[in-house]
């Protein structure tokens, strides 16, 4: 079963522009990972947050977090025209032994 | 390269047929874990290795697929008398396990037609 939600589903911005993708899931979590796949690609790590973390940066990136509200962020900033593709967020719940759960996905498209 | 890597990257068969997959993770990684993923969905979860045990099986891995890690090094995911439903794509993915919340690293996927 997938725990997360993404949203929105679909994402269309002009380059330069910011891009903004949530996830909510519905279990404790011991941590929170987003990663991208390109069409036809495997999955390419991103950023990974602990449950006791709030925020995260990693170049363009900016991930949060609010474990009250069992909820995420990914923030793209200055989006270039090669981060077009789908996003997901992925948990790892206590007691899963790291097996990460994932949402459907956003996909992002970027027009240059 | 020292990521992980699989093989083959595709593989069309007929229905019926058995398939292999392979998958190599990062050196030194001991966890190992298999995902399939359908067009427009997320990965689900298969199965996972601790080194040479396979310790978890979803409900999803029927009777048909089988997987191993002789060694607790490559692993491999057959599929016998494929069915139409078996078309995806077989995600590996490895991790170093030592402390609460690793990073799990994503091979490039197998993608399995069955005609």
């Known amino acids: 079963s997938q725990q997360g939600e993404e949203d929105p589903q679909a994402l269309s911005i002009q380059e330069g522009e910011n891009a903004t993708m949530n996830c909510s899931y519905k279990?404790?979590?011991?941590?929170l990972q987003w990663y991208r796949q390109n069409s036809g690609r495997g999955l390419v790590h991103l950023i990974l947050?602990?449950?006791?973390?709030r925020e995260k940066h990693s170049g363009r990136l900016r991930v949060t977090l609010d474990t009250s509200k069992k909820s995420s962020s990914l923030l793209i900033t200055a989006s270039r025209a090669a981060d077009t593709a789908s996003y997901f967020c992925?948990?790892?719940?206590?007691?899963?032994?790291?097996?990460?759960?994932f949402g459907k996905g956003i996909t992002l498209s970027v027009r240059p | 390269d020292t990521g992980v890597s699989q093989d083959p990257r595709h593989k069309i068969t007929k229905r019926g047929q058995n398939v292999t997959f392979r998958c190599d993770p990062i050196?030194?990684?001991?966890?190992l874990y298999w995902y399939r993923q359908t067009l427009g969905q997320g990965p689900e979860f298969l199965t996972y290795?601790?080194?040479?045990?396979?310790?978890?099986k979803s409900r999803l891995l029927s009777d048909r697929f089988s997987a191993e890690r002789p060694k607790g090094s490559f692993s491999t995911l057959e599929i016998q008398r494929t069915e139409q439903g078996d078309s995806a794509m077989y995600l590996c993915?490895?991790?170093?396990?030592?402390?609460?919340?690793?990073?799990?690293?994503f091979g490039e996927g197998s993608w399995l037609t069955v005609v």
């Open positions: 992925a948990t790892d719940e206590p007691g899963a032994n790291s097996k990460l759960t």
């Open positions: 993915a490895s991790s170093l396990t030592n402390r609460i919340g690793n990073t799990i690293y």
């Open positions: 279990t404790s979590i011991n941590n």
């Open positions: 947050i602990r449950s006791n973390e």
């Open positions: 290795f601790q080194n040479e045990a396979q310790l978890e």
């Open positions: 050196s030194e990684h001991n966890r």
